[in-house]
């Protein structure tokens, strides 16, 4: 198992870039990822799966919150999704092969492969291929995550030379309202861990006195979390956590 790099627990975390809508900086656009590589910070990303197989950088399933257009990700190529622009911004929805080129190792990154099964389930591959064939020839501190176990097991099997981790949650069934109770209480067990390879967590930053963190945590494993919002949230999750990431402030 390759451990997770020292940096990712020394430079807070900037989730989705520094973004900041009001100054033109759209989340995973490459005007935040810009900034939060001049003020010294580690980034997270996200990535989804374009109809042609590229992994592309952007959170939501659907176009809708963040440009113009309508209708999901999935349904458009990659060529088509770079041309489309972000909502407030000059910029237009990158490649991770964009944004790889445009980081390049001057700041430790950390991608999240979004759930590509719809349910958390084995129905994935595809996006972590993509993923795994983008960060080939990639030099700088990097790791891999996602909520789904079996996304995270799979990447591992194809890069294993690239640390990987398990994005994690109480999974209230008001928060994961289209997961089986089944699913969601064994996705909040974290008993995945071991045999996707996982060498850290990303933890919500609510819920990091859940006991399955508190039996990683005891076991020497790096606990991040997830999105902390203010300076008095920070003081607080650092109790626990080794990490954070942050938005809309100045971490």
């Known amino acids: 198992m390759i451990g997770l790099p020292s940096s990712f627990l020394t430079r807070p975390i900037a989730h989705r870039g520094l973004h900041d809508a009001a100054c033109g900086r759209v989340e995973n656009s490459a005007a935040a990822i810009t900034a939060a590589i001049n003020s010294g910070y580690s980034i997270e990303i996200d990535v989804q799966l374009s109809k042609d197989g590229a992994a592309i950088v952007f959170h939501d399933y659907h176009l809708d919150r963040l440009t113009a257009h309508r209708g999901p990700i999935a349904e458009l190529r990659e060529h088509e999704l770079s041309q489309i622009a972000l909502t407030g911004s000059h910029d237009t929805i990158p490649t991770l092969n964009e944004m790889l080129a445009l980081i390049a190792g001057q ?11 719809g349910n958390m389930g084995s129905n994935v591959g595809e996006l972590e291929a993509a993923v795994a064939d983008a960060l080939q020839s990639y030099k700088g501190h990097i790791a891999v995550m996602s909520f789904n176990p079996n996304a995270v097991a799979v990447f591992a099997k194809l890069q294993p030379q690239t640390p990987v981790g398990l994005v994690t949650d109480s999974f209230s069934a008001e928060d994961w309202p289209t997961l089986s109770a089944c699913m969601r209480e064994h996705l909040a067990e974290i ?10 967590i990303s933890h919500n930053q609510a819920k990091l006195h859940d006991q399955a963190v508190v039996r990683l945590k005891t076991r020497g494993v790096p606990i991040l979390c997830w999105t902390v919002r203010s300076q008095d949230a920070e003081i607080t999750a650092r109790k ?3 990490n954070v990431t942050f938005e809309n402030y100045q971490a």
């Open 107 to 117: 700041v430790p990154l950390l991608i999240e492969i979004k759930d590509q099964d």
């Open 191 to 200: 008993s995945d861990f071991d045999r996707t390879g996982a060498c850290f």
């Open 240 to 242: 626990i956590a080794n």
